[in-house]
């Protein structure tokens, strides 16, 4: 838009610049060359006429004189006044001469030189010159000026007229002038804009993930260069990124295809492993060590394997979110209770449908299961578990639930891979019961609610683990419970 | 000694469940194709069919729709190797009571197995009450356990059936989904809305609703379904 009025503005300036001073010139022209021939030509008549002057002149003299020099210009629009000392007369007869101002005669009478003026009077203008006689004969050599003053008026009405249709002209020619060069400067700007334009909505484009956005390259400008530039740039990108692409679902397939391919064979271990640990206590001790080891391990196992289908789940975007409106206390409390975690863990839950949220009932009760697990497992009893609602400002209605633990806390340098999947603290990467999946999973499926999750360590000692979930509620009841 | 029909191709895996569930003391038939589990279901008579999804030729979604024509109170628990949402809620449509996600345990598969045989011994809650419900065209023999919708007899699974007697037990109240899940189900663990939810659809089809407004089952957004009999 600037860049338009810019362009606009210059051609516009210019047209009339040019007009302005054309015409100026023009005028300036016009009024000098009249006065210069008027001028030279009143010259040519008083030097013929002077010598025919009798002198000193009477006012009959006078006037004949008058009417001869006004009689030098054939159309006969010359009025001439002819004045020595008090007398004077003009070329037609009672003529006011009201031209000619004082102060104009006043500078003939003290000067030899030629003097004019241009006199504009009601709706005319008229060119007043005046001069001094000037005596030549050899007789008078004392005294050059013979104080015989000529004054001469001419309308300038031709000349204006001239001068109006100049004006006019030059307006003609200017505002089409005008008019085209801010066309042609909105073209030239359109001509400009528009690859800056596709320029700049290719780029938001690309910006905006379509990587396979080009741009239209014309000619052979800079801008045609930069065009090119940018295609070369989007293409590598493209490439680049559908590379990237390909190896991520490669390997999220190979992952989803490797717990797929276990869970076969785990299915059978999984199916009879009951079975080896009710004979085990049947068997001889190193027979029924092995047996227990074989079991536990296939338990396990088997925990691995759900742990990385849920993951590879998320990964490729097909877990889905089953949303039911809730009471959140109460499925914490469930979550408790079916993993028998009712008395080692602390429950401080508000009361029965005081907090009510529209969440995935299956997902809320992993995050919390691992979360608490977590703590169980890492930390030290006593764990609590706290729901609260929490209204933060600008972000909404918000559930807050807290898992603390007594535990010595999570090492400084552990906490930002607390969430990371298999994640081992210690180098000697010890196998703990968990699959080293559990955070991960919890939080995923905290964050496909639109919540987040994060790990602390509390001031007084131990870890806490913090999930915000925006509390999202059904539109209001068409019918109630009855 | 209830009998089980087990459909499964893998070896192993049709050789530990059947050793494990013999142990518990089921008499367990082992088929490993779909069109020979759907023979053996004449020959054997089992009590409970436990049925793989994932079969070449006939597959577990084919064999399941295959004994509902057959049989529509013949408990069946479908075991899957895939546990995405989509591939449980086909399975459950297709009419199968409960399902497992395998690698699974002995003891849980038993107790799925116990769990499902009571539900189709139909002893419901409120057995006690010989009468026969009607609500419009609907008639519910609670003593009997039969539905009729228009004096003609509608086929219901054991899930299906438990479901309808449990909600019309109470008309107008709302029930939650785990509550529900509780009652039918007997399941312990919280929140598999799914089973629910593709129980009703189901019920709902046999009942002839139609699917916009549901005369009978209404579901109450947020909360769960009540039963209505106006």
Request: charged residues 25%; hydrophobic residues 45%.
């Amino acid at each position: 838009m600037r860049l338009v009025v810019a362009f606009a503005l210059v051609a516009a300036l210019t047209a009339t610049t040019t007009g302005a001073l054309t015409f100026r010139e023009a005028r300036t022209g016009v009024l000098q060359q009249s006065q210069d021939a008027v001028i030279k030509l009143l010259r040519t008549q008083v030097s013929r006429l002077a010598s025919g002057l009798a002198f000193p002149p009477g006012r009959a003299e006078l006037r004949r004189f008058a009417a001869d020099v006004a009689k030098g210009e054939p159309s006969g629009t010359w009025r001439v006044l002819a004045a020595y000392r008090e007398l004077s007369a003009t070329s037609v007869p009672d003529d006011p001469f009201e031209e000619l101002t004082p102060a104009l005669r006043e500078a003939v009478g003290s000067s030899p030189a030629t003097v004019f003026q241009r006199v504009t009077s009601a709706d005319h203008t008229s060119l007043v010159v005046g001069m001094s006689v000037i005596y030549i004969a050899p007789a008078e050599a004392g005294r050059p000026v013979s104080g015989v003053r000529v004054f001469l008026t001419v309308p300038q009405t031709t000349e204006l007229a001239y001068v109006d249709a100049l004006v006019e002209a030059v307006w003609r020619a200017a505002v089409p002038a005008l008019l085209l060069a801010v066309l042609l400067a909105l073209l030239a700007a359109r001509g400009v804009l528009r690859p800056v334009r596709a320029l700049r909505s290719a780029t938001r484009n690309i910006a905006e993930g379509r990587l396979d956005t080009r741009l239209a390259v014309n000619g052979s400008d800079e801008l045609a260069e930069l065009s090119h530039t940018f295609n070369e740039t989007a293409a590598a990108l493209e490439e680049s990124v559908a590379e990237l692409r390909g190896m991520e679902v490669r390997a999220r397939r190979f992952a989803a295809d490797v717990s797929h391919e276990l869970r076969t064979p785990l299915a059978a271990m999984a199916a009879v492993t009951d079975v080896l640990d009710e004979e085990a206590a049947r068997l001889d001790p190193d027979t029924a060590t092995a047996v227990r080891l074989i079991s536990e391990e296939t338990v396990k196992l088997a925990r691995l394997v759900d742990d990385l289908m849920e993951i590879s789940r998320f990964d490729a975007g097909a877990a889905v979110l089953h949303l039911d409106e809730i009471d959140l206390a109460e499925s914490l409390r469930r979550t408790l209770a079916s993993r028998a975690w009712t008395d080692t863990v602390e429950a401080r839950l508000p009361e029965p449908d005081a907090l009510r949220g529209r969440v995935d009932p299956r997902r809320l009760d992993v995050a919390v299961a691992n979360l608490v697990g977590n703590a169980l497992r890492h930390g030290a009893q006593p764990v609590l578990v706290r729901l609260y609602e929490d209204e933060g400002p600008g972000a909404g209605r918000r559930a807050v639930i807290e898992v603390l633990d007594s535990g010595p806390g999570i090492p400084a340098g552990v906490l930002p891979h607390v969430f990371e999947r298999f994640y081992k603290s210690d180098t000697a990467r010890t196998r703990t019961e968990g699959s080293g999946l559990g955070l991960a999973i919890a939080e995923e499926n905290i964050r496909i609610h639109g919540g987040t999750v994060r790990a602390a360590n509390r001031p007084e000692g131990g870890a806490v683990f913090t999930v915000e979930l925006p509390l999202r509620r059904d539109e209001p009841q068409r019918e109630g419970r009855s | 000694m209830p009998r089980v029909l087990l459909i499964e191709d893998d070896r192993a895996v049709r050789d530990g469940v059947t050793l494990a569930l013999r142990r518990q003391g089921h008499e367990v038939a082992a088929a490993e194709t779909g069109e020979d589990g759907m023979n053996r279901l004449r020959s054997f008579r089992p009590d409970v069919v436990v049925l793989d999804l994932m079969l070449p030729g006939m597959t577990g979604l084919d064999v399941c729709r295959g004994m509902r024509a057959l049989d529509q109170t013949l408990p069946i628990i479908m075991a899957t190797a895939r546990g995405d949402d989509e591939d449980i809620v086909v399975g459950l449509e297709a009419g199968a009571d409960d399902y497992v996600v395998k690698p699974v345990r002995a003891r849980v598969l038993e107790a799925r197995i116990r769990a499902v045989l009571r539900r189709a011994a139909g002893v419901p809650a409120d057995a006690g009450i010989p009468k026969i419900d009607t609500h419009g065209d609907l008639a519910i023999d609670r003593a009997g356990l039969a539905v009729a919708w228009q004096g003609a007899p509608v086929p219901l699974a054991p899930s299906e059936l438990r479901l309808l007697l449990t909600l019309s037990a109470s008309p107008g109240q709302v029930f939650s989904r785990q509550q529900l899940l509780e009652a039918v189900w007997e399941h312990s663990f919280h929140g598999d809305a799914r089973l629910v939810d593709a129980c009703v659809k189901r019920l709902r089809g046999k009942l002839g609703e139609p699917p916009r407004e549901p005369r009978y089952i209404q579901t109450v957004r947020g909360f769960g379904y009540r039963f209505t009999s106006r």
